[in-house]
């Protein structure tokens, strides 16, 4: 019932910066603002892993390899949320995917498409 649409991703030399938008649809819940969202990435033979998640301002999170370089945010008046990307480094190459958790119902996980970001050195 909610779709999950990403943009934004390209090529960008390293040390570049990109902006990815993920702006969900749909059947709304009337709790998003309270529900986690997040971007992972997977990069070719590797595992999907766990870029960076927010809940508000004050609860985000971050793995280590992006930390001080990316920058989540979100804005629920427009149901999206985005991935500032800068520093880019070629490790950064994967593709991203929005992801909504909402456990209350009936579809309690929610990915997107994905966008190919790619860092060339």
């Known amino acids: 019932q909610v779709q999950l649409v990403e943009s934004g991703g390209g090529l960008v030399q390293a040390g570049g910066s990109l902006r990815l938008s993920c702006a969900a649809s749909?059947?709304?819940?009337?709790?998003?603002?309270?529900?986690?969202m997040g971007w992972y990435r997977q990069a070719p033979g590797k595992q999907r892993e766990l870029v960076a998640t927010i809940i508000s301002r004050a609860n985000t999170n971050y793995t280590d390899s992006v930390k001080g370089r990316f920058t989540i945010s979100r804005d629920n008046a427009r149901n999206s949320v985005y991935l500032q990307m800068n520093s880019l480094k070629p490790e950064d190459t994967a593709v991203y995917y929005c992801?909504?958790?909402?456990?209350?119902?009936?579809?309690?996980?929610?990915w997107g498409q994905g966008t190919l970001v790619t860092v060339s050195s």
């Open positions: 749909g059947s709304i819940s009337s709790f998003f603002r309270l529900n986690t």
């Open positions: 992801n909504l958790k909402q456990p209350f119902s009936r579809y309690p996980e929610v």
